[in-house]
């Protein structure tokens, strides 16, 4: 999440994919690092549990999610 901030604030179109758990965790450091409205993916937590198939599967969301929020810039 840092390392997209800080190029968003370079002047790079960054986003950052999480998950569910961590979202309020990662607004708060958006909003630190004067960027409060950063957008970013979120997936469904966990992660480590999950079939190959439910991986594909969120991993394709944040993609959606990602395109979405490079297009809106």
């Known amino acids: ?3 997209a901030i800080s190029a ?3 002047g790079v179109a960054a ?3 999480i998950t569910d758990r ?5 607004k708060a450091m ?3 690092q004067g ?9 469904p937590h966990p992660i480590a549990s999950n079939t190959d198939t439910v991986l594909r599967e969120k991993a394709e969301d944040a ?3 990602c395109v979405e ?3 809106q810039r």
């Open 22 to 26: 961590f979202e309020a965790t990662a």
């Open 69 to 71: 929020i490079f297009l």
């Open 35 to 43: 960027l409060p409205d950063y957008p970013f993916a979120v997936i």
């Open 15 to 17: 986003t950052a994919i």
């Open 8 to 10: 968003e604030k370079a």
């Open 30 to 32: 958006a909003e630190v």
């Open 63 to 65: 993609v959606r999610q």
């Open 1 to 3: 999440m840092h390392d």
